[in-house]
């Protein structure tokens, strides 16, 4: 004989409560009334393990569903973070190469420019995805003020 493991032999299936009335059903009617009765809770049992089962099976698939999910938006985000950063890169060095050719037929003004905080407002915008209040020109939030909250003009008579 060989050294090995032997092959699992899987329990012998249980009968079902069904199966067992079947088999009671060739009695008489009275033994028929005590099987069901005693099949009852059986039964009961079974439908209660399917239920879970069934419950188990549903709570899992939500799972994978959400992990799924989560996994994607995940994949987007990194997507959308890495084109910011290929598009700012590029950007940048648009404006830097525009610069030095512009600087070097003579305008250094313009060269400045290119070069200067418009790079780094621009490639800041592309690659951390936000703005802060000082890069766009404005030191405080009036400008977004509700017409409602402002006081209104007074009109002054011509005649007085």
Do not use: C
């Not at 059903?25 to 399917?50: C, F, G, S, V």
């Not at 099976?57 to 959308?80: D, F, K």
């Not at 305008?107 to 780094?120: M, Q």
């Amino acid at each position: 004989m060989t050294q090995g493991a032997e092959p699992t032999r899987l329990p012998a299936p249980q009968p079902n409560g069904l199966e067992i009335a079947m088999q009671w059903a060739e009695l008489p009617p009275e033994h028929l009334r005590n099987a069901l009765a005693a099949l009852e809770p059986q039964l009961a049992r079974e439908h209660e393990y399917r239920m879970a089962q069934d419950k188990a099976l549903q709570e899992a698939n939500l799972l994978r569903l959400r992990l799924q999910a989560e996994e994607e938006q995940n994949r987007r985000t990194h997507n959308l973070y890495m084109v910011g950063l290929i598009a700012g890169f590029i950007i940048a060095l648009g404006m830097l190469t525009g610069a030095v050719v512009v600087g070097v037929n003579g305008e250094p003004w313009l060269a400045a420019s290119l070069s200067g905080p418009s790079v780094l407002a621009l490639a800041g915008l592309f690659v951390l995805r936000k703005s802060s209040s000082t890069s766009t020109g404005r030191p405080d939030r009036t400008a977004d003020a509700e017409p409602e909250s402002l006081p209104e003009p007074t009109e002054q008579d011509p005649a007085a």
